[in-house]
């Protein structure tokens, strides 16, 4: 089974500068989050997603960061414009239920992100 | 959402075997326990989840008292490939993966 797959894997901006970032969960996996997790911290929920609707976003910084999540499928996570605290590993999980515990949780191995 | 606390870091030597225990005084009746393993450039994995007494896979075992006020996450013969961070995460059975909370974790370093 494939797994969660991420891109890029590594990203430097300028501060200012607008970012993308693509998720692609396990095949058939409705429900996906994006977290984000800054060196030397526990990832942090940043938004999740129940097919292509948002069920929580509330730590979600709305000046600057937006998801999409088209057809209940791929995902993309953006940020304009950077700031330098943005600077972190951007990660996308997925599951087959949004209630544990059914089933796990499968995360990606995340995007490196340096705002200069 | 019930606090955890765990210890910053512990050194293993290969083959030994590592016990990491965490606190979550506060636990509520629905909450379960759930252990997250992460390597160095790669996402958290799923290891182990309880509720009570011990729950056993191949990764892992996981005690869990009567209290359920802590838990203790116990890795048989550690080798080198154990080198990680654990994360202690404490939920509801009714709210989603997304409310579960990651600390700062806990620093295993095995070492020959």
């Known amino acids: 089974e494939a797994g969660v797959a991420q891109s890029p894997r590594y990203k430097i901006i300028e501060k200012r500068q607008s970012v993308a970032f693509w998720c692609n969960p396990i095949s058939g996996h409705a429900t996906l989050y994006w977290y984000q997790q800054i060196l030397g911290q526990g990832p942090k929920l940043l938004i999740q997603f129940q097919n292509n609707g948002v069920v929580d976003d509330s730590q979600l910084p709305k000046d600057r960061f937006s998801a999409e999540r088209l057809k209940g499928v791929d995902s993309t996570l953006k940020i304009q414009p950077a700031k330098l605290e943005d600077s972190a590993v951007y990660l996308c999980?997925?599951?087959?239920?949004?209630?544990?515990?059914?089933?796990?949780?499968?995360f990606g191995p995340g995007t490196r992100l340096t705002v200069l | 959402l019930a606090k955890t606390t765990q210890p910053i870091s512990m050194d293993s030597y290969e083959g030994q075997e590592v016990n990491i225990t965490c606190s979550h005084n506060?636990?509520?009746?629905?909450?379960?326990i759930t252990w997250y393993q992460q390597f160095p450039s790669q996402g958290p994995r799923f290891i182990i989840q309880?509720?009570?007494t011990k729950v056993t896979n191949e990764v892992a075992s996981l005690f869990i008292p009567a209290d359920r006020k802590s838990s203790t996450l116990s890795l048989p013969r550690v080798s080198l490939s154990d080198t990680a961070v654990y994360y202690c995460?404490?939920?509801?059975?009714?709210?989603?993966?997304?409310?579960?909370?990651f600390g700062a974790g806990t620093q295993v370093v095995v070492t020959p």
């Open positions: 995460l404490v939920g509801d059975l009714r709210d989603s993966w997304g409310k579960l909370q």
């Open positions: 999980a997925s599951s087959s239920s949004r209630v544990p515990p059914t089933d796990t949780q499968y």
């Open positions: 309880g509720y009570k």
């Open positions: 506060n636990i509520a009746t629905n909450d379960y």
